[in-house]
């Protein structure tokens, strides 16, 4: 018997019958509140990731310095969707989509068939032209790279401990962050808390008054998208717990165990990116122009041009406020358009007329600085401090996948808290060809770097 192509199976359905399918590409929180509202409904969902996890990436700061273990904050997406039985999940990565024929494409597979496509497939750090940056400093979009920055966080830290030289010392013990927005704010606070209460209590011959975190940014303040207010709120919280923000300054080249500004070059054992980012390949698959970030433009439908049946949502898509505003690319606007994209497709399916224009309700705009310490934007009114921190905590915790994640993470928050302890600090092991060098080991150079003119 011959085998049937993409589209007849589309056609046919996974159950043998003539519903239509929707194809999500992403697990993210827009692909899986898009799949969640499709859930139980007279159509077949299939949803398509590269991982097979979802990931609750507003927390991934916390496995990079310890407080949390990767499976805190992520959950198989089978797992999540598993309740519905007319959800199908793929483990596989996308190539292209063929709109012509409706069909999302793969390298290594056949094509799968679509009725209505919904692309979220979130975005990942631009280094602006030097990728070869990533290798050393990685950025904060996966568990892999959270775990590769924790190592070589605490591979510092250990190589400190053993450096008699203080110069030495003090470059192993220097930890650049790269980037002044929620993401570059959030791992100052919580590097400077994780060295100086870990080597008060746990090292002998590395003291707190020898580290040093820096926290750099090209731009004139921290955390742009936030009023002026917040932001130097912001930068004189970090300046008490020892952070040094260094505001106007552009990275020229990031090299292992070194950093070049234009003034200085910063010798350093570990370095975090958090400078910016750029959209999925969507725009290309599409043959369409994206904006500079790579986004892909939508229109107030969430639908993409000329696409009727193609919808894009969350950090890969070009949507905008009523004021003609892009939306930031944020987990609550992609949440929320993954549920309006739902709906629409429900109604479209239903015969109940076409999509209704998209309203993002906003619900703050949020930091967490450290300990006791974070800023909240509700654009009327603005919070910082204590209660702004206990907000952010409730806030993050109500949004975690299952209400097993929340109880685990509370606890662990609550014991964090009363005893400042980091229990998630491993060091993997590297393999035998690489005990002494390698990706898992910090970079400091043996020779003091020269300090530009």
């Keep these: 018997m011959a085998e049937t192509s993409g589209v007849e199976r589309a056609a046919a359905g996974p159950h043998g019958g003539k519903r239509p399918r929707v194809v999500i590409i992403g697990g993210g929180f827009g692909g899986l509140a898009c799949a969640d509202g499709l859930g139980g409904q007279d159509v077949d969902v299939v949803v398509i990731d590269r991982r097979n996890h979802n990931l609750f990436q507003p927390l991934l700061y916390q496995v990079a310095t310890a407080a949390l273990s990767p499976a805190d ?65 990685p950025g904060l979009k996966s568990l892999r ?15 400190a401990e053993r450096k008699e030289n203080l110069e030495l010392r003090r470059a192993a013990l220097t930890t650049v962050i790269i980037g002044g927005g929620p993401t570059g704010v959030e791992m100052a606070g919580a590097v400077s808390e994780l060295g100086r209460f870990m080597i008060s209590r746990e090292f002998r011959r590395i003291h707190p008054d020898e580290m040093r975190v820096l926290l750099i940014e090209a731009g004139p303040r921290l955390l742009a998208a936030f009023p002026e207010e917040l932001s130097d709120y912001a930068s004189d919280y970090l300046g008490k717990v020892g952070v040094e923000v260094m505001t106007n300054h552009r990275v020229l080249s ?30 290309e698959w599409l043959g369409l122009a994206g904006d500079r970030l790579g986004r892909l433009p939508v229109s107030e439908t969430l639908q993409v041009p000329g696409h009727p049946d193609i919808f894009a949502i969350g950090d890969t898509a070009l ?28 109604h479209l399916i239903a015969g109940k007329g076409g999509p209704e224009a998209f309203r993002f309700h906003n619900r703050g705009n949020t930091a967490v600085i450290g300990r006791n310490a974070a800023v909240f ?29 929340r109880v685990l993470v509370s606890i662990q928050w609550l014991f964090r808290y009363l005893t400042h ?25 043996d020779q003091p770097a020269p300090i530009r003119s």
């Design 73 to 137: 904050i992520a959950e198989p997406i089978r797992k999540s969707l598993g309740r519905h039985r007319n959800i199908t999940v793929e483990l596989a990565e996308v190539s292209g989509i063929d709109a012509q024929n409706r069909e999302v494409l793969f390298a290594d597979s056949e094509p799968v068939a679509y009725d209505y496509l919904v692309i979220a497939t979130g975005s990942d750090y631009n280094y602006f032209g030097h990728d070869e940056w990533r290798q050393v400093a």
């Design 145 to 159: 790279e959270a775990r590769l920055i924790r190592q070589n966080l605490l591979s510092a830290f250990e190589m």
């Design 254 to 283: 990031i090299e292992p165990g070194r950093v070049e500004l234009a003034a200085e070059t910063i010798r350093c054992g570990a370095v975090v990116w958090g400078a910016g980012v750029k959209a999925s390949p969507a725009a």
């Design 319 to 346: 949507a905008r406020d009523e004021k003609g505003e892009p939306l930031p690319a944020i987990a609550q606007v992609a949440k929320q358009q993954g549920q309006h994209v739902g709906r629409q497709i429900r």
């Design 377 to 405: 934007d509700f654009g009327r009114f603005r919070l910082k401090g204590r209660f702004a921190w206990f907000l952010w905590a409730l806030i993050h915790v109500y949004l975690l996948i299952n209400f097993e994640k």
């Design 421 to 445: 302890q980091r229990g998630a600090r491993i060091i993997d092991e590297p393999p035998l060809g690489e005990r002494t060098s390698g990706p898992n080991r910090p970079a400091v150079l």
